[in-house]
């Protein structure tokens, strides 16, 4: 049996790099992808911090992107060599839910290295992974793309974009709690989708200016009242969308209080805690709409694409460090720590 290089989750802030048993093509409609970049996010955070059900060791990682090395006979659209990204949900695309449109309520949802709590997909911060329903899963790089811009296709920028895409109203305006990378990335996609005012709150300055670089107004919450920040230049009204980005009852409780009457609260960050503390008075007074859930990555795949090529959305810009798939101990330490924005590995190295 031929064996890879993989980062294994091996306990509570424990990653490992490990030789382990490269795939095998099992279904008909799997492909082996050749991982020539990967991504460490946000969410990759819950298994490691231990947040998550996890029986056995778990080969993370479900932002990458690749070339197609074996290809089962029933994948219809691709076929070896082709450079493709993976959406990081997997869907079956033919149950209730994915005929409604619906790929991130699926039945048979997966997320790729997330243990057993979705699907036990084995991750892709490895050399090759496994992409089942690849018909459905992957995007074909264009000609003459960014690689580091698509890289975030199968995740970050997607997930921003839908969680704004779903709600706006052309010259709505836009507050995003959480300056991370999908905060930032549902920053930019605000600006493209009309909005006319987009505020990210945030503590950390240098988050806050990268904000600022992508046209939003930045709100320091340990400097000012966000509330008071948002409302004065809203006439009083609030913000018609929030996006809680964070995926932590602080979070939407202060997207309770910065959201305007007959608004939405949309929420990409991952709330995995079975109840938390909320105002529900308030957001029924104030008749908000909440939206949230697993991300209808596929949706919105060739939108964000089709975006990119046109220069209008580049979330490369939050790329802050690239280290080699050999270092992948340090640089999830490094994340944790906040050290880093974003970090992609190179499985070569
Ligand atoms: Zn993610
Ligand atoms: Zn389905």
Redesign the pocket.
């Known amino acids: 049996m031929s064996t890879m290089k993989a980062a294994v989750l091996k306990g509570p802030h424990t990653v490992v790099l490990e030789d382990i048993a490269r795939p095998t093509i099992t279904e008909p409609t799997d492909v082996i992808l050749k991982v020539e970049r990967t991504a460490i ?4 955070l819950h298994p490691y911090e231990s947040r998550l059900e996890l029986e056995d060791d778990v080969v993370l990682g ?2 990458f992107l690749g070339t197609i090395v074996a290809a089962g006979p029933g994948v219809a659209n691709f076929s070896e060599g082709d450079r493709v990204v993976a959406s ?1 949900v997997v869907s079956c695309g033919a149950c209730y839910w994915c005929r409604r449109g619906n790929p991130g309520r699926c039945a048979g949802v997966r ?1 790729f290295g997330m243990g057993i709590t979705f699907g036990d997909l084995v991750g892709g911060q490895a050399e090759y992974v496994l992409v089942p329903n690849a018909d459905l899963t992957l995007k074909a790089i264009p000609e003459g793309a960014d690689d580091d811009d698509m890289l975030f296709v199968g ?2 920028i997607t ?1 921003g974009y839908e969680a704004v895409r779903r709600s706006i109203r052309p010259g709505d305006t836009v507050a995003i709690v959480g300056a991370g990378p ?1 905060g930032l990335c549902a920053a930019m996609s605000a600006e493209v989708l009309g909005a006319s005012q987009v505020f990210v709150v945030d503590r950390v300055p240098a988050r806050l200016k990268e904000a600022e670089q992508y046209g939003a107004i930045p709100v320091n919450f340990d400097e000012v009242d966000p509330q008071d920040a948002v409302y004065d230049l809203t006439d009083w009204r609030g913000a018609d969308l929030v996006i809680d980005a964070v995926g932590h009852e602080t979070a939407l409780q202060s997207a309770t209080r910065l959201v305007a009457g007959g608004g939405t609260i949309s929420i990409p960050g ?1 709330y995995v805690e079975e109840s938390i503390p909320l105002p529900f008075g308030e957001l029924w007074i104030k008749g908000v709409t909440i939206e949230g859930g697993v991300a209808n990555i596929v949706n919105y795949m060739d939108e964000v694409t089709t975006l990119i090529m046109a220069g209008k959305l580049r979330p490369s810009s939050l790329i802050s460090h690239r280290m080699g798939l050999s270092e992948v101990s340090e640089a999830y330490r490094m994340f944790h720590e906040r050290e880093a924005t974003k970090i992609v590995l190179d499985p070569s190295k």
């Open positions: 996010c946000g969410t990759d479900h932002e990081c997320i995740d970050i997930t999908v991952a």
